[in-house]
């Protein structure tokens, strides 16, 4: 089964344009869950532009499904995840001031730091995913520095995929293989949609969990929250 982790940044996104507490962050968190969603996914970054550290918290206890937890592991998301201690921590290689994640990690280049940041969340329990590219040699490197998982990131499929789906899968499927023979788990997520999603997990079948926000949230507003995430539960399904 592959599980379904809605991310929630951009409720908090519509929340912080006007103040106030109007979309309430924690209550979609629970009515995703109540919807059929199998996960939560939250990305707090240094500026708190969306999802705020303080929301981490209060999500906490709320969240009954998998909690996974997003960022640059800086001193301050580490101090708020060691304590929070959600089920997963995708570790995520954004410069501060990032729109949004836009590559994977160079695990090669990063080793010591990566080695380090994967020891201290496994010390606190929490399993670990590193959010990567395609090229064989870097998902190597994560098998290298310990992590459990890692997070295809998926915009570069996003993109070919309507012109030539099967060219676009491609490179996903191999490194998908070399990531099973490295011993890691398998996640996904970035620009994954209505489209493109059944495809993916088709090929990919032995994925554990993709991560979805920005076309999941637009879907929302045609459809509603409940009948969308219904709807990627059958892409994921079917
Ligand atoms: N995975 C990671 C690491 C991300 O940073 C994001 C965006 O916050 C996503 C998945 C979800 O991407 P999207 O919002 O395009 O579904």
Redesign the pocket.
């Known amino acids: 089964m592959t599980r379904l982790s809605v ?1 929630i ?2 409720i908090a996104t519509l929340r912080n344009a006007r103040g106030g507490n109007v979309p309430d962050v924690q209550k979609t968190a629970v009515d995703c869950e109540q919807f059929g969603a199998q996960g939560i ?1 939250v ?1 707090p970054r240094p500026d708190e532009r969306h999802i705020r550290y303080r929301d981490v918290e209060l999500l906490k206890p709320l969240v009954t499904t998998e909690f996974n937890i ?1 960022g640059y592991p800086s001193k301050a998301f580490l101090e708020l995840v060691t304590r929070v201690k959600p089920h997963q921590v ?1 570790l ?1 290689p ?1 410069p501060p001031g990032a729109l ?2 836009s590559e994977g990690w160079n695990t090669i280049e990063h080793r010591a730091f990566l080695e380090e940041v994967i020891g201290e969340l496994k010390r606190h329990g929490i399993r670990t995913s590193i ?1 990567i590219g395609t090229e064989a040699a870097l998902i190597e490197g994560a098998a290298g520095v310990g992590t459990d998982r890692v ?1 295809l ?1 998926t ?1 570069p499929y ?1 993109t070919q995929y309507p012109e030539d789906p099967a060219a676009a899968v491609k490179p996903f499927v191999d490194a998908a293989r070399v990531a099973r023979e490295a011993g890691l788990e398998l996640n996904a ?5 209505l489209d493109n999603l059944r495809f993916f997990k088709q090929q990919i079948p032995w994925l554990m969990e993709v ?7 637009a879907d929302a507003l045609y459809f509603g929250l409940q009948n969308t995430i219904q709807m990627y539960l059958r892409q994921l399904r079917d």
């Open positions: 991310n940044n951009k996914t990305h997003e995708t995520v954004d949004t994640s959010f997070e990131y915009e996003a997520g970035h620009d994954l949609n991560s979805i926000g920005h076309a999941l949230i």
